[in-house]
């Protein structure tokens, strides 16, 4: 906006000096008289130089920004009256893009390119950058050598030396302005520059926090997880069989009581037992609900599936995880399932790729183990028999994910499945929300 009224000031100012130092005639000692006559040449002049300033406008910072400043003073040579209009071609000028030596000192940041990267059209560039910058002042002296000319017989005077020094500082002041533009942009778009590095940086900081958050968040998460556990292990292994042995101790002494006849050491032995017995359930409580807050759910289907990424050349498996926890027994059988599973899709199945999907419903947990298929056919040799589809379906493997699911009262199903094959097991919750509840 700054750069349009300021050109629009000096259009205004040529205008006006155009107004106020009219061309006259000096005829044999008559009057000054105005010379109406030109007027087409300064109207065109005038247009002319409207023009080339908005055409300069349209192509900054474009290979091609210099030539209508280029192209006006070389106009006005030929034109020694449109040198009326050359401050805003000279505005034009300083503003056009800077050539590399002055842009460097301009802009720190900026790196000189070696002259072998150089193309040909970056020369052509640079030089017409270089001309447009002082062509203009080639303009006005070219005018003032041509500040007489003989026309019809008759000596015209074209401008008077006053009215040229008004032009020449005009046109100096009018470069230093788009100098001082130029200048500013340039500023201003390295500003903007590293603002926006800045910007990405700060980005980048952000998002390397905010893992480092994450894997700090994990790390404490996983050591307090496996301290839980330890801490589980060690009631279990040392406080749990010294108590089963002071509860056999104890019955023990009571069934000798009992033989004795000794009522009182009877029933002493009977309350030890009884105290026994709550302290044993007190630690398995313990025990069970440590070993279940010391379970990662994720953790364990995460391990159960990466270690059959890439087991073979372009297999994958892809998992669908909505179960957040889940008991320790449970997550400990459904990672197992999942392992035997896609243990038996790498075995006996063609399939370069399976689906591993887990659901929590209100009532029960759900796991698919699925592959696209086809089943693998293996050569039988004469000492083997035929394996019918049932003996296959009711393999080892899956007899073991049907006891394992049924330990702990769930269901498995595990049959051919379109071209592949599935596992489905459920889980129901109600069990383990009353022995949740027991506790």
């Known amino acids: ?27 044999s000692g008559s009057s000054y008289m105005f010379a109406s006559e030109h007027y087409v040449e300064l109207i065109a002049g005038l247009l002319l130089a409207i023009s080339a300033t908005g055409l300069a406008e ?13 192209c006006y003073a070389i106009a006005a040579m030929v034109m020694p ?34 002259q072998a990267s150089l193309p040909s059209s970056q020369y052509v560039r640079l030089a017409g950058e270089a001309a447009s910058r002082w062509l203009w002042l080639v303009s006005v002296v070219v005018g003032m050598v041509q500040v007489h000319f003989v026309a019809d017989g008759a000596q015209v005077e074209l401008f008077t030396i006053r009215d040229f020094a008004v032009i020449v500082g005009a046109c100096a002041l009018s470069f230093a302005l788009g100098s001082r533009a130029q200048r500013e942009n340039a500023v201003r778009r390295s500003l903007r520059i590293l603002q926006d590095h800045a910007r990405q940086s700060a980005r980048v900081n952000r998002l390397r926090l905010a893992d480092v958050d994450e894997e700090r ?8 997880l496996g301290e839980r556990t330890r801490i589980a292990r060690e009631i279990h292994d040392n406080v749990g069989h010294l108590l089963t ?30 105290t026994l017995n709550d302290a044993m359930t007190m630690v398995r409580r313990s025990v069970h609900d440590l070993e279940d807050d010391g379970t990662d759910f994720a953790a364990q289907i995460k391990d159960a599936v990466s270690s059959f990424e890439g ?8 998992v669908v995880n909505d179960i957040a926890a ?15 599973s896609l243990t ?70 595990c049959g051919p499945y379109n071209q592949g094959w599935r596992v489905f097991v459920s889980v129901p919750k109600q069990p383990w929300m009353k022995e949740t509840e027991n506790r």
């Open 245 to 274: 042995r002071a509860i056999m101790q104890a019955q023990a002494g009571k069934a000798v009581a009992e033989a004795t006849d000794d009522a009182t050491a009877a029933q002493g032995f009977a309350a030890l037992g009884d």
């Open 58 to 70: 349209w192509l900054m910072r474009r290979d091609w920004a210099w030539l209508p400043a280029c």
């Open 217 to 224: 968040a994990q790390s404490i998460r996983m050591a307090t």
């Open 344 to 413: 038996n899709v790498v075995r006996h199945s063609e399939a370069t790729s399976a689906n591993v999907t887990l659901r929590d419903f209100p009532a029960f947990w759900q796991l698919v183990v699925q592959d696209a298929g086809p089943i693998r056919n293996e050569p039988v040799t004469g000492s083997q028999t035929t394996i019918t589809n049932h003996e296959m379906s009711r393999g080892m493997g899956l007899a073991d994910i049907d006891s394992r699911v049924r330990a702990i009262g769930g269901t498995a199903t």
């Open 1 to 27: 906006m700054r750069t349009m009224i300021e050109k629009g000031l000096l259009l205004v100012f040529s205008v006006a000096l155009m107004l106020t130092s009219p061309i006259v005639f000096a005829d």
């Open 81 to 114: 009256l449109w040198v009326m209009f050359l401050p805003v071609i000279a505005y034009d000028a300083g503003k056009s893009t800077l050539p590399t030596s002055m842009l460097l000192r301009t802009v720190p940041h900026a790196s000189a390119p070696s």
């Open 311 to 318: 087991i073979s050349p372009g297999f994958s498996v892809h």
């Open 326 to 340: 889940a008991p320790a027994p449970v997550s400990r059988c459904l990672a197992t399932v999942i392992r035997e």
